[in-house]
């Protein structure tokens, strides 16, 4: 494998930690002329310790065995001095859910993984010199020769005033600026990065999952088919063998492994011509003691038992499965994507769909290879086109999307490194005819349906989970509360085909599709709209804004941006990486990745404001409904939760778990009110985390808009099963 497993920290055990955390790394070269490293490396944890604490997480009883990746995004370099993805994200990553009570109490099962792709980054030395040197030989004389061109005519001109020299001189400048855009554009990174991540990031983390599950497999295997109890089992259907040494027997294990490894699918036939091929070789390696008729009962049987034990480990597993999640920031969003569409079974009938008809009939199962379950997908500023969420067309997110048990999207409109250099960048390759169709999900923003953002005209945004009153309501879209800022236009651009289609007969231009997407897709996330955000930061501890500077709104204008740009650069203010400082926003998306939206909200009642730097003082109704949950006695004894519970379409009821969850919903809305962060919250994570109805047939639902939503049952609770 090209994958280096190291200890996050290199001073301690990471694997006694908690939470263990691993460091993963690709050993892909920056450059294809260069070697790479040497992954040997005897005093490193590898992927065997990897499998091995999973393997034991599993046999302990664990609930919910875990296994969260992160992947960072484009320029991160990883030949600087020191690694900044490692040391500034993934270790204090790891550091906070190690130190995270509610986080090790729900998920004490969980393994953590920063995965490092072979970044480069603008602050290499050497980064403009290997450009020159790789610049092809006509680029090279047209930019050279244009400038000397260029200087000589611009003399000319000015001597003789002659209309020749000027037009030669605009010419020259025509063919050096051709070149030097080309320079400038390699010198970003931005398309070698991109290049990197889907050849090297991409196929690497494929094969390490694909290992993982494998070595899960082998490991469930091995525990209770080794050598001494195999020779045992076909020692008692082959009494011949017992007149040969068993280590000659157990060797014969051995050979017969290695050499079907290189015949796969073979058929055990003495008049198949491969199998006779197959024979002659496995003769080679085995002792002349054995016999041939006696080698091919043992070759049968040895088949055949390792066959069934395979299934009974696969059997095993699918009682067992571990839950996959994925951190992934910019472009780690896009790795996360194809990772994930690559190792799904493409020839799952629930993701093909139904012969003839479209492709909303497609349900895919979360289950992934043989040992795994895809849980949380978190998408921090994702540098992934916005069509993906509006359009009925097939892609990589998609495909991705509809096999996550959850999914949470973390945006911002001043996200400069999205909304300048990815969409600019994007515009030599993004098959559309206006400029309006680049944008990044990373700019989302979210606002009421109530309100319209314009920018001549400030008015109050609302703050908090502004579909809170529509939640109750399955139908409920998510698109009519999703805004992009067009600098071209006095408002925001909403993303619902109603309003793009308005858009379109204006002036032809739409940042989203009008076509109406049956499949509803973008109702599966949630979305964190951070643009406004504030909060206390460190070192300093006084309130600011996290991701603008301070006396900005939203919606931005030119002069907000250019004044944005000059603090990005400066780095006084980090627009697409900012996340991952605030208090805030940090609980947000670790809480999430580990422990889920329903875990966020049975946290958040016994965390007070205070903890959360909040000192504005709680509404005396809401105090009030706190004070009455965190008092109440469990909500799983049998006199507060009954299996007969009837569905919330009769509103006149509701059981002490789902009051419990709807006041931990209204008070976790009113902490992102005072953080400035507006969330528009799936109308899945409502059915399925706060009146707990099955997962599948909600989705089902959202997806197909087919099923009778009455018919829904809400999942069993443990009370389900006393008695």
């Known amino acids: 494998m090209n994958i280096l497993v190291e200890n996050l920290f290199r001073d301690q055990d990471c694997r006694k930690l908690p939470i263990p955390s691993f460091f993963v790394k690709s050993t892909a070269p920056s450059n294809v002329e260069d070697d790479s490293p040497n992954i040997k490396d005897e005093d490193q944890p590898t992927i065997h310790n990897i499998v091995e604490l999973l393997y034991q997480n599993a046999k302990s009883g664990v609930k919910d065995s875990g296994l969260v990746i992160a992947i960072h995004g484009y320029n991160t370099g990883t030949d600087l001095a020191t690694d900044g993805v490692r040391e500034f994200w993934y270790k204090p990553l790891s550091t906070y859910i190690n130190q995270d009570p509610l986080i090790q109490k729900k998920e004490a099962g969980s393994i953590f993984l920063g995965y490092r792709w072979p970044s480069e980054s603008l602050q290499k030395k050497t980064i403009r010199k290997e450009a020159r040197k790789a610049l092809p030989i006509l680029l090279s004389i047209l930019l050279y020769g244009g400038i000397f061109a260029t200087i000589l005519f611009l003399v000319l001109a000015g001597l003789t005033h002659s209309p020749i020299a000027v037009a030669l001189m605009i010419i020259s400048v025509i063919s050096f600026s051709v070149v030097l855009t080309l320079y400038l554009l390699r010198i970003s990174v931005y398309f070698r990065d991109a290049y990197r991540a889907s050849i090297y990031g991409v196929s690497d983390l494929v094969e390490l999952i694909r290992q993982i599950d494998q070595g899960l497999i082998e490991k469930t295997v091995s525990e209770t088919l080794s050598d001494q109890a195999l020779y045992e089992r076909i020692n008692s259907r082959i009494p011949e063998i017992q007149a040969i040494a068993p280590s000659d027997v157990m060797d014969s294990f051995s050979a017969i492994r290695n050499t079907l490894s290189r015949y796969p699918d073979l058929n055990i036939d003495s008049e198949d011509f491969r199998f006779q091929q197959f024979f002659k070789r496995l003769r080679k390696d085995v002792s002349p003691e054995i016999g041939n008729e006696l080698l091919k009962q043992i070759l049968e049987r040895l088949v055949l038992i390792e066959s069934l034990e395979l299934d009974a480990a696969q059997r095993y597993w699918q009682n067992h499965l571990i839950k996959l999640s994925f951190i992934g920031h910019s472009m780690g969003g896009h790795v996360t994507t194809q990772v994930i569409r690559i190792l799904s079974d493409v020839f799952d009938p629930r993701s093909v769909g139904r012969l003839g008809e479209d492709h909303i009939s497609k349900t895919p199962s979360s289950r992934l290879g043989r040992v795994f379950r895809l849980g949380r997908l978190i998408l921090v500023a994702p540098d992934i086109p916005l069509l993906t969420i509006t359009s009925g067309r097939t892609n990589f997110l998609r495909s991705a999307l509809r096999r996550f048990e959850e999914a949470y999207l973390f945006s911002n409109e001043g996200d400069l490194a999205l909304r300048i250099a990815s969409t600019a960048a994007n515009y030599f390759s993004f098959p559309a005819r206006s400029r309006t169709q680049g944008y990044r999900l990373g700019n989302l923003t979210v606002t009421s349906k109530r309100i319209t953002l314009s920018k001549s005209k400030k008015v109050k945004p609302i703050y908090g989970i502004v579909n809170l009153e529509e939640l109750p309501d399955p139908t409920s879209h998510l698109l009519p509360y999703l805004e992009v800022n067009v600098l071209s236009k006095d408002q925001n651009q909403r993303l619902d085909p109603a309003s793009q289609w308005q858009e379109r007969k204006k002036s032809d231009e739409a940042v989203a599709s009008v076509q109406e997407d049956k499949e509803s897709i973008a109702d599966l996330f949630t979305y964190f709209d951070c643009t406004e955000y504030?909060?206390?930061?460190?070192?300093?501890?006084?309130?600011?804004?996290?991701?603008?500077?301070?006396?900005?709104?939203?919606?931005?204008?030119?002069?907000?941006?250019?004044?944005?740009?000059?603090?990005?650069?400066?780095?006084?203010?980090?627009?697409?990486?900012?996340?991952?400082?605030?208090?805030?926003?940090?609980?947000?998306?670790?809480?999430?990745?580990?422990?889920?939206?329903?875990?966020?909200?049975?946290?958040?009642?016994?965390?007070?404001?205070?903890?959360?730097?909040?000192?504005?003082?709680?509404?005396?109704?809401?105090?009030?409904?706190?004070?009455?949950?965190?008092?109440?006695?469990?909500?799983?004894?049998?006199?507060?939760?009954?299996?007969?519970?009837?569905?919330?379409?009769?509103?006149?009821?509701?059981?002490?778990?789902?009051?419990?969850?709807?006041v931990a919903l209204q008070y976790f809305s009113w902490v992102c009110a005072q953080k400035q962060i507006q969330v528009a919250i799936s109308p899945e994570r409502y059915q399925v985390d706060i009146l707990g109805r099955y997962r599948e047939d909600v989705r089902e639902y959202i997806l197909l808009q087919k099923a009778e939503w009455a018919s829904i049952p809400q999942a069993p609770t443990a009370n389900d099963y006393v008695g």
């Open 534 to 662: 504030r909060d206390r930061l460190e070192p300093q501890g006084k309130e600011s804004y996290v991701l603008l500077l301070d006396g900005q709104r939203s919606p931005l204008k030119f002069l907000g941006y250019l004044r944005l740009f000059m603090a990005f650069a400066t780095g006084k203010r980090d627009v697409h990486g900012g996340y991952f400082q605030g208090p805030f926003a940090k609980l947000l998306i670790y809480r999430l990745a580990f422990i889920g939206f329903q875990g966020l909200l049975d946290s958040l009642p016994q965390t007070a404001p205070e903890t959360l730097g909040i000192s504005t003082p709680l509404p005396e109704d809401l105090s009030a409904e706190l004070m009455k949950i965190q008092t109440s006695s469990s909500p799983g004894t049998p006199d507060e939760v009954s299996s007969k519970t009837p569905l919330l379409d009769e509103p006149s009821y509701q059981t002490p778990l789902q009051k419990k969850r709807l």
